[in-house]
């Protein structure tokens, strides 16, 4: 703003500017809470409420402790936070740090490591590292958490067999058989009674069970306690919420200052990796429900970091426990259907009555049942899911060194530990480098698997010199690295041995990735994008010379051999192996300019696709070509596809030929060519009968014409395109197959219309009778009456990653 424009001037030009003259003024915002985001608050809390109270006592913090934490994190992190609809309060997570913390140095000291530590999440807000901290190895993290989920298990079982628990996973382990001799019934029963009905809840059979199982299993367990211990009188320990008055805040940090400091260090990274990472989570599981809750943006990692730093610095100073994104509340909070950051926060809201009117009815609950509860939290935390990863990318040492780490020294110590393994497991990939030398039929095949560094330079400078010279010999190298040493030792070889008569061909794929590739035909590698048209390369490898017109089809399979098949070889393994299992029906024209897998984003296995000229679905019974018909019911009743797409083009050939000879078709004297002469005697003139439907419909002037919602049609054949996707879908339900699977709610039909000359996508939504073509934004989903189109359950199916790669 220039210096001599007075603030009062500039802000009054930028109102003039948003109000133009005469026109109304703008309303003011009114807080609107959706009623989905009221049910979704009523869930969470309900499920929120018997966890806090049960980590609370799990860390040995006063239980009011455990509400604080849970109602800031609702407000203060829900109303702040850039994930809008994780919910965040006391974690099970954080369960180890702050019992370490409070038995070190007290309550009041570890309210204080609190509130140092949100200090410290948002100094790291604002220098926007939110990114880097989701860098850590998922085997440190899962290890972190299983480690964390074990000391949780093994401290609560001394509290379900009526105990305390001790100090650390050891001396919990040592203490356990004396426990056993001398545990307490009645804790043991109301916590096998909790556990029953944890496990059993979610698992009732039945419409009954599905209506009672929006209910949540922790409430339900902890209240079915609560009423068998107090109708029975068994003498238990209870929850004791003291009053308000004597609730105890933060104070000054006591006690050696690098101890307070690597407390600081520990909270921080636990909150800030479990809540970035839950993030993460949430935006997958908005992404992956249907419906409106998917326009729900994705998370601002950084501005989540500030969120739950401010949160940690109220919960702190209010005598709260430390807040992070908490995996079970958000979860619930997603699955409720919630849509905005308001059920986050109304739950905050629910936590605070609770805590101010409940207290005469919370102190029923039975300690015993609490910790049953928190015992099967920290179980849960120990993922088979997390387990098979990691086994599956070889990081198993990663993962059991922080495991182990965390429950026997500490969560720092322990994730320290996992970070070393994880450097060791990778240095030793890196220098781990097997080379093998045979001779088969007179060729001589030396193989290198593993990174090929300078270090592996002298084994493969002695394999190299086993090949005689003027021998054939065939160099693999299976590894994804090759460093300038190495590649300069090869080179060096390769050409002195083709000096002396020797024929040399390097070849390597790994992981996708390609170390060496045999040269072209004419010497150069093909660098053209994908999808590039045979006659737009320009490198000459998918481009024969003018005379060799006959061999594209060869030299484009030699490219896709050269460049795309080691990046989906490891895909279609699995594919062959465990078969095909599409979602989609792809059903669209055999026009060469439709490229199916381009235009949806999809790779090997998300589509089944059939092509015909026209995208025509003949109707049950009518002609005798039923490989249409075919391939729908194998679609739907083998494969199982939960979705049929109708897709029409521009300029299609097809219905060009509809409008020129219709009506002779009709009377069945056209040839389906345009000529308008002649019997039906070609298959191309008795096929497109079936697009005569269409014709009528466009001429019929009682019907809607779709239309792309922003635009008019261009020209005949454009409407024509239009109609004949909408009448395409009716020909679709009445197979029985189809109509079948609608009825059971099983399937859905979907259209859509792609312009060639624009590369533009239209999706076909409104009811019958008002159809129209909305187009697809490249930056949003559009309105539609009728679901959009979904090219797979999840965003990051392997195929994708293959094809993204």
């Not at 974690?91 to 570890?110: E, M, N, P």
């Not at 199982?213 to 922790?218: C, D, I, L, S, W």
């Not at 009815?361 to 387990?387: D, R, Y």
């Not at 939504?765 to 490249?778: H, I, K, L, M, N």
Request: aromatic content about 2%; proline content about 7%; overall charge positive.
């Amino acid at each position: 703003m220039p210096a001599c424009v007075p603030a009062h001037t500039a802000k009054s030009a930028r109102t003039e500017r948003s109000h133009p003259p005469h026109s109304p003024p703008r309303r003011p915002h009114r807080f609107h809470l959706a009623g989905a985001d009221l049910s979704a608050s009523v869930a969470v809390f309900l499920i929120a409420l018997p966890l806090s109270l049960g980590i609370a006592l799990a860390t040995g913090a006063p239980l009011r402790a455990g509400l604080v934490a849970a109602a800031v994190g609702g407000l203060v992190a829900g109303r702040l936070g850039g994930s809008p609809l994780q919910v965040s309060g006391p974690a099970a997570g954080l369960t180890v740090v702050t019992a370490d913390l409070i038995q070190r140095y007290g309550w009041r000291t570890t309210c204080a490591v609190t509130v140092l530590a949100g200090l410290a999440q948002l100094a790291l807000g604002c220098l926007r590292v939110a990114r880097g901290a989701l860098a850590v190895s998922p085997a440190v993290v899962h290890g972190m958490l299983a480690g964390i989920g074990v000391t949780i298990a093994v401290a609560q079982v001394h509290i379900v067999l009526g105990g305390s628990p001790q100090s650390s996973v050891l001396d919990n382990l040592r203490a356990l058989p004396a426990q056993l001799t001398g545990l307490d019934p009645a804790a043991l029963a109301v916590s096998a009674l909790t556990l029953t009905v944890l496990l059993t809840w979610p698992r009732l059979p039945g419409r009954a069970g599905r209506l009672l199982g929006k209910v949540p299993a922790a409430l339900v367990a902890v209240a079915a306690a609560t009423a068998v211990a107090s109708l029975t009188g068994l003498m238990l320990p209870r929850v004791d919420l003291p009053s308000w008055r004597s609730h105890a805040l933060a104070g000054m940090p006591q006690g050696p200052a690098l101890g307070l400091v690597a407390a600081v260090l520990g909270t921080t990274l636990v909150c800030s990796v479990q809540s970035l990472l839950g993030a993460v989570a949430v935006d997958k599981l908005v992404a992956g429900r249907a419906g409106p809750a998917t326009r729900v943006g994705r998370s601002d990692l950084d501005r989540e970091l500030l969120g739950q730093g401010a949160a940690n610095v109220v919960s702190g100073a209010l005598g709260g426990l430390p807040v992070a994104g908490v995996a079970v509340r958000s979860t619930a909070n997603v699955r409720a259907g919630a849509v905005s950051r308001n059920s986050t926060m109304l739950h905050g809201v629910l936590v605070v009555i609770a805590a101010l009117l409940m207290v005469p009815v919370l102190e029923f609950v039975p300690l015993a049942s609490l910790a049953a509860l928190v015992m099967a939290v920290g179980i849960q935390m120990v993922s088979p899911h997390h387990i098979r990863s990691v086994t599956r990318h070889q990081e198993v040492p990663v993962y059991a060194a922080t495991a182990l780490g965390v429950a026997v020294l500490g969560v720092l110590q322990g994730v320290a530990l996992g970070i070393a393994v994880a450097v060791a497991v990778a240095l030793r990939r890196l220098t781990r480098t097997r080379i093998t030398h045979e001779e088969r039929k007179g060729v001589h095949h030396v193989q290198v698997r593993g990174q090929l560094t300078f270090l592996a330079v002298p084994r493969l400078s002695r394999a190299l010199q086993l090949v005689p010279p003027g021998a054939a010999v065939v160099v693999r190298l299976d590894g994804s690295f090759m460093d300038h040493a190495a590649y300069e030792s090869l080179q060096d070889w390769q050409r002195t041995h083709t000096a002396q008569g020797g024929s040399v061909e390097l070849t390597g794929r790994r992981a996708g990735v390609r170390i060496a590739e045999p040269a072209a035909a004419d010497g150069v590698r093909c660098r053209c994008r994908p999808w590039t048209p045979w006659r737009n390369h320009q490198c000459g490898s998918a481009a024969p010379a003018p005379g060799d017109r006959g061999h594209r089809l060869a030299h484009g399979i030699r490219a896709f051999q050269q460049s795309t098949a080691p990046r989906v070889r490891e895909e279609l393994a699995r594919l062959a192996r465990e078969g095909q299992r599409p979602s989609q029906l792809f059903l669209t024209c055999a026009d060469s300019r439709l490229v199916t897998s381009m235009i949806t984003s999809s790779g090997p296995g998300d589509l089944f696709v059939v092509r015909n000229v026209g995208n025509l679905v003949p109707p049950p019974g009518q002609g005798e070509d039923d490989s249409v018909a075919a391939a729908v019911e194998y679609a739907v009743d083998v494969l199982g596809v939960r979705s049929i797409t109708v897709c029409g083009h521009s300029g299609c050939g097809a219905m060009q030929a509809l409008l020129a000879s219709g009506p002779d078709l009709a009377s069945g004297t056209g040839s389906g060519s345009g000529s308008g002469s002649g019997q039906i005697r070609t298959p191309l003139g008795r096929w497109l009968r079936h697009g005569l439907p269409s014709l009528e419909r466009m001429a019929d002037d009682g019907r809607h014409d779709p239309r792309p919602a922003d635009r008019p049609p261009a020209d005949a054949v454009e409407r024509l395109c239009l109609t004949n996707v909408v009448q395409q879908l009716e020909h679709l339900r009445a197979h029985d197959s189809v109509a079948r699977a609608l009825r059971e709610g099983t399937l859905e039909l979907h259209g859509m219309y792609f312009h060639v000359g624009e590369a533009e996508a239209y999706l076909l939504t409104g009811a019958d009778g008002e159809e129209t073509f909305t187009r697809v934004s490249a930056t949003e989903t559009p309105q539609a009456a009728a679901p959009p189109l979904t090219l797979s359950d999840t965003s990051d199916t392997p195929s994708e990653k293959a094809f993204r790669e």
